[in-house]
């Protein structure tokens, strides 16, 4: 079921990228990044923005859960039309933060980021929009996708693991649990 | 390439289209059912908040394809957009054989007397095409009852005091309620409502070789893990093929409707599998696509007899295309309403469906499905921020003590919301595409507001301390699932498609048999209207058919 998250594969599509003969599925990242598709630092700015959009309190936020890790899957999924909105959109989001602070958005305080957030948010920017409908899905969405890691979200509502129940026998039919 | 011919080819194997090959293949007639999908099969059975009919974030494992199959749709403001199948305002109908009835949340409802005669009920409504079905309820009933015992239903309609007269009780008891049917029941009771158990195509007891419901509720978006959800994909269809008159051939994808020279129909062009162009000749051909699909093959269809598309001489094909608005009201409460167990939309009231004061329609009110946690995080109230701190606090702290209500408004058809061909869009094997463009009539928005009122007394007597509303506006036009009145029946054919019997106006041996005939689409979901028409119009086609017959 974790198909996408066999290492076997990643170091074939690392190989198949290096020689050369990437299809569409790798157009990735350059050589030293540990994802599909962002390089080090699109990660690095994601999984700040990511962990300010859902924060962690008594439960971890949204960079743990591997919010950065679904959105780079799925960029390379079924997500790929997004690529660009991603390459250019992280790429503003720096350069807002380097002009008014001087650094890169991962170097700012949590108010700072805040701050930045609220303002792309203000603006109605399309790609906050998209970065915030893509962590939410990847904190409350099926962790076969690349997030929710151990099913944090959903144990943080106090709901189990999607069940498979049609595979083991079950009888509900009498009444309420 | 042309193939055998046949008695009938049926183009669609869905709500409508299953239930026609099945009729015409018992009767002995020779069928050939073509599916633009494929089986579904048990692997795109699993449970993926995600990745579903309903939530298609990550696309949809009963389709149509999002490669092949985009559509043209243009927005409220007049801007046109490419949309795929799994994006948001594609109106999107599984293409699966069951399509719609894999997935549906299966309500099985009846529709109401007046839900046939809207015109005369409630008189003209400046700028609809609001109009009166040619046949009634009690044409129908009939064959609402046959499909109730074909597909298989449970529920308990007893109770409701404006149900249409009906001879039978439902087949099968409903399931026991869970912890929020109790709870909205009740509140119901105490308002002085007449709550009971939605009828749904679902079996609460072992019915048909299948077993009973699980409770899991997970029935809208995704296909039923144990089977005991009711389709034509695991009845009629079955049965049709077991005749050993009806040849069912998926990834069948037609594009045009063949006619001969007196503009009769004499079969189907389409391409296979492999996209080879097939033709497939036929006494009669039967167009089961849904409203959107079923107008473009018909727009599609142009010959020197018909050179607007078949059955486009008056200009109708196409348009007063609906679905459903769907108002909903959520409320917050202080117990725990979540207890983990189907069914889950259970609960029903058809107080307001008619005879609201002032308005035109209303809707059946009902709990709503399944919410996985991220349809949730998008219905949030106003108050919390959409994101931070405070959100994760806050769908940690009301996920499992929130309860929705709404239900469908029956929407007044009009003229200019409409399915035409594409210009210059074409889809994966050339064909255009279609292109929807309109917007909803404010008048729905009225009804609308007035169900939210109703739904936010319903919820507040229940128990809830605060409610939230959504109310859709009219930009846009409607659709989805629910999709209907493309191809409008009707006795005059300067204002109809096809008549009373689905039989196009002025081509006697095709037949457009699914939603798109609905002169409107009733204030409930209507998948048990669709197969009951479609019992009906496969009845009058095996009493008038003159042919051979096969044994069967």
Redesign the interface.
Known sequence: MRKVWNPKRRRFLEAAAGAGVAGPLVSCSASNSPWRYFTAEEGETAGAICD????A?E?PGALWAGAVRYIDI?LC???RKHREAYRLGLAAVDQASRSQYGKGFAALSAEQQ?QL?KAA?KAKDPFFALI??H???SY???P??GGNRDGI??R?????L??????SK???????? | MSLKHVNAVVVGAGAAGGVVAKELAQAGLSVVLLERGPWPSTFE???????NQRTS???HPFGPDDERNPRVIVDGAGKASLVRP?EGGYQNNAACVGSGTVSYGAMGWRYMEQDFKMRSTYGAVPGSTLEDWPIGYQDLEPYYEKAEWEIGVSGDVSPDPFKAPRKKGLLMPP?????ECEILRAAARRLGWHPFDVPMLRN?VPYNGRQ?????RWCIGHA???NAKNGTHNTVIPRALATGNCEIRVNCHAGEILTDSGGRARGVAYYDERDRLLQQTADMVIVSCAAIESARLLLLSKSKMHPQGLGNRYDWVGRNLQGHSYPRVAGLFEQEI????GPCAGIALCDFAHGNKGLAGGAMMTNEFLR???Q???KTPPWVP????E???F??DA??RHISVGGPVEEMPMWDSRVQLDPQVKDYWGIPVARISGNKHPHVVEVAKFIVSKCEIWLKEAGATRTWASVPGTAGASGGQHQAGTCRMGDDPKTSVVNRYCQVHDVDNLFVIDGSVHPTNGCFNPAMTIMAVAYYAADHIVKNWKGARSRS
């Open positions: 300010r959009l859902i924060p309190d439960f799925q999924g079924h997500l805040d957030l948010e915030l409908a962590t939410m899905q409350y969405g099926d076969r996708h979200g959903y943080s509502l106090g709901i189990p999607t069940p498979v129940r049609g595979r079950h009888d509900l039919t009498g009444g309420t649990k | 059975c699993r449970k993926d908040d995600l990745r974030v990550l696309g799994s399931l026991p309620a869970n912890r609460s009973a419901c699980m409770r899991c039923c893990e144990v979540y207890d983990d167990l996985s946690p991220y949730f995080v998008g959409r994101w931070g701190p959100h994760k606090r769908m940690r996920y499992r």
